[in-house]
């Protein structure tokens, strides 16, 4: 046990002071800073600029729709346009328009007894919140010249005008309670995406360092060394660990610094207000489920790591023979988004038990849908067994693989090594 205790100490130790860990933790940190500092930076640019709302010209409109016009953008506290008429036509509104008088104008085009066909014309391109905010003038102007030929009362004006109230709100069929409100989801939402993009990273970042340490340590001959005095078996499960710690060391650096920027920094505040988040509204039994599959996920793929380290004898093979894991942890990024917009789906549920997909897939049903009880523990228990079996069978090749040097071995030569081992 004190020889296991060393190795975690020792790879937990070595692996937080490298120039790789310190660079990506302070990158990261910074990275965080700066989106929560966005606000404040574009709030301080915006006081410097003219809010004077742009000059719109209005051809051949008649007074009651210019005077609808300007009354629909004199009454915003931050109108995008002030209207201006044009008498001379198209030409004078052209010569306006090089002049930098006006924005843009809108061209009015008679229609007999219909609402006139309007085009907006500018020397900009992709302005679609522009015609967009126009059509809703447009419409505004042309429902109260409707309004006043059908000389509604006040009342009937109000009820007419009315907003709609419509909510959304997630039918829970495993459960006779009501279901997840769309801010509810929305918290989820962002929830399980970090988690998705945070585990997709770890497995990346930190089963390539396990790999990486094993295969250096190899090639070195250290390894020889190492064995003399630990079993491979402890060796492997003090480097899992280990590297597992100082993960979960930085996971909680990212949240401490989060966490600093939303009390210190009010731009940040209002950013996650803005975005609807609410931690509030989170269940607080996903944080749990976050943890529970962040750790089968590593040790799922940690393991396998470990084992493709074992059984190659130089560094320069390392990234051929961990493609295979990498194709692995993409497919389940990919389903796992996926449900993000669907969870109920029968490819998201079926791969919500597969070894090595449930991670991210079961907790994206967790977090956006409701499955039972009964599902959820019967993943973890599937990927429990699996982890178990992966480590015996990791274990056995790591004890024989870092004992073997030259080419990478099949998987034969490697089950003939075993075998002669007695593994």
């Known amino acids: 046990m004190k020889a296991l205790w060393s190795i975690i100490r020792f790879t937990f130790v070595t692996r937080m002071r490298s120039k790789t860990f310190i660079a990506v933790s302070i990158i990261f940190a910074l990275a965080i800073t700066v989106l929560f500092a966005i606000p404040a930076v574009v709030s301080m640019l915006d006081n410097g600029e003219d809010h004077d709302a742009k000059t719109l ?16 953008y004199g009454s915003q506290d931050d109108p995008r346009f002030k209207i201006m008429e044009i008498t001379g036509g198209e030409q004078q509104a052209r010569e306006y328009l090089a ?4 924005a843009g104008y809108l061209q009015l085009y008679d229609q007999g007894d219909a609402f006139p066909r309007a085009v907006y014309k500018s020397r900009g391109t992709m302005e679609f919140s522009t015609l967009d905010d126009l059509q809703a003038a447009l419409s505004t102007v042309k429902q109260q010249l ?12 109000e009820k007419l005008f009315s907003p709609v109230s419509l909510t959304s709100e997630q ?14 989801v929305m918290m989820a939402y962002f929830l399980v995406y970090i ?8 497995v990346i970042m930190y089963g390539q360092m396990i790999a990486t340490e094993i295969t250096a340590e190899k ?4 390894m020889e060394i190492l064995i003399s005095s630990v079993s491979p078996i402890k060796q492997m499960t003090g480097k899992l660990i280990g590297i597992c710690l100082l993960g979960l060391v ?17 731009g940040g505040l209002e950013m996650l207000e803005a975005l609807g988040f609410d931690l509030g509204k989170l269940e607080p039994s996903l944080f749990l489920y976050f943890l529970i599959f962040y750790l089968i996920g590593y040790f799922t793929y940690g393991t396998l790591s470990a084992a493709i380290g074992s059984m190659v004898s130089r560094t320069e093979e390392l990234n051929q023979a961990i493609t295979p894991v990498m194709v692995l942890i993409i497919i389940a990024f990919f389903i796992a988004f996926y449900g993000t917009q669907d969870p109920n789906t029968m490819l998201v549920k079926v791969t919500s038990y597969v070894p090595f997909l449930a991670p991210l897939i079961m907790f994206v049903r967790i977090g956006m849908s409701d499955p039972a009880n009964w599902e959820i523990w019967l993943s973890i228990a599937i990927q429990l067994v699996a982890i178990w079996a992966l480590s015996w069978l990791s274990a056995k090749i790591y004890r024989t693989g870092v004992l073997m040097y030259g080419k990478r071995p099949s998987l034969k030569e490697l089950w003939k090594a075993m075998k002669a081992y007695g593994i």
């Open 171 to 184: 039918v829970l069929l495993n459960s006779d309670g009501e279901g997840k409100s769309i801010e509810e």
């Open 146 to 157: 409707a309004i006043q030929e059908a000389q509604l009362t006040p009342e009937q004006m």
């Open 195 to 202: 988690m998705i993009f945070f585990l997709y990273m770890a």
């Open 99 to 102: 002049n930098g008088e006006i």
């Open 250 to 266: 930085q996971l909680l650096f990212f949240v401490a610094v989060i966490a600093l920027n939303v009390t210190a920094n009010p």
């Open 57 to 72: 010209g209005v051809v051949d409109a008649t007074p009651a729709i210019l005077e609808g016009l300007s009354r629909y």
């Open 219 to 222: 090639s070195s001959r250290v």
